[in-house]
């Protein structure tokens, strides 16, 4: 998650030794090269979205939560942050 982050957060600083880690932990370079793809063009299309002002439906959230769980849910956050309705089964 740290790489994932540094990526949306700060690209320009990611370096050599931030993707030795990941070797480090069994990750190959096209295992790195997806984590750094999939974290960027969430978070481009997270700020895409932000821009335009699209709110997912309540429902769609609410499933999300349920299937990933509210940390994962919570942490899987870039941009806009939604709150899921208590209310919804």
Known sequence: ?????KVVRNAHQVTREDID???AHG?????????????????????????????PPDTCLKQTENLLGTDSF????????????ESLP
């Open 1 to 5: 998650m740290a790489l994932a982050e």
């Open 27 to 55: 990750f190959s370079d096209e295992q790195v090269l997806d984590i750094i793809l999939t974290a960027a063009s969430r978070s481009f299309f997270s700020k895409v979205t932000d821009a335009v002002g699209f709110r």
């Open 21 to 23: 880690v990941l070797r």
């Open 74 to 85: 919570q942490a899987l956050m870039v941009g806009r942050s939604y709150t899921t309705p």
